[in-house]
């Protein structure tokens, strides 16, 4: 019972379970008042993701959703992190699911000669901060950040991975 998550593309038979667990983490585990209208994205998945050297990924585990991450092309060979979320019960070092999807995202984006990837994190995330920081990203300013980082208004932290 203890088999790894795998990570696929983002496919549309997906997007219900997508927008909840991304919600369902949101707004059940940390409290967060965001809505899905407040995250048009998540509708629009394949055209908002896939441009560029963006993509969207999922994290599935027996056909179910447990986990996303997505990367947006902003220019200049930078791309921003985006809809880190697991499930609660694939959290940690049983299914490594957050490994397996950073994994992905740092594979996709050195075969694309990526330069940098940028994200934006709320200040409830620690264990998301932990997480950066222990696989090379640094802590930035928010002045730090390229003009086409999409800043969205729970982003208070600010992280960056140069390869």
């Not at 560029?52 to 447990?66: D, I, K, Q």
């Not at 950066?132 to 928010?142: A, H, R, V």
Request: aromatic share 14%.
């Amino acid at each position: 019972m203890n088999s790894k998550p795998v990570v696929k593309e983002y496919i549309h038979e997906y997007q219900d379970q997508v927008v909840q667990l991304i919600l369902d983490i949101q707004q059940k585990e940390y409290n967060i008042a965001i809505t899905k209208n407040d995250q048009p994205d998540l509708f629009t998945i394949e055209e908002f993701y896939r441009q560029g050297n963006g993509n969207f990924w999922v994290a599935l585990y027996e056909n179910r959703v447990v986990g996303t991450i997505s990367l947006l092309d902003i220019g200049e060979n930078q791309v921003a992190l985006r809809k880190v979320f697991v499930d609660k019960h694939f959290r940690g070092p049983i299914y490594q699911t957050a490994n397996l999807l950073l994994e992905t995202v740092m594979n996709w984006s050195r075969e694309r000669n990526v330069g940098a990837i940028i994200l934006g994190t709320t200040p409830q995330f620690k264990a998301a901060h932990r997480f950066y920081e222990k696989n090379g990203f640094i802590s930035i300013d928010q002045a730090d950040l390229p003009e086409s980082f999409p800043i969205l208004k729970v982003d208070k932290k600010f992280y960056k991975y140069v390869f």
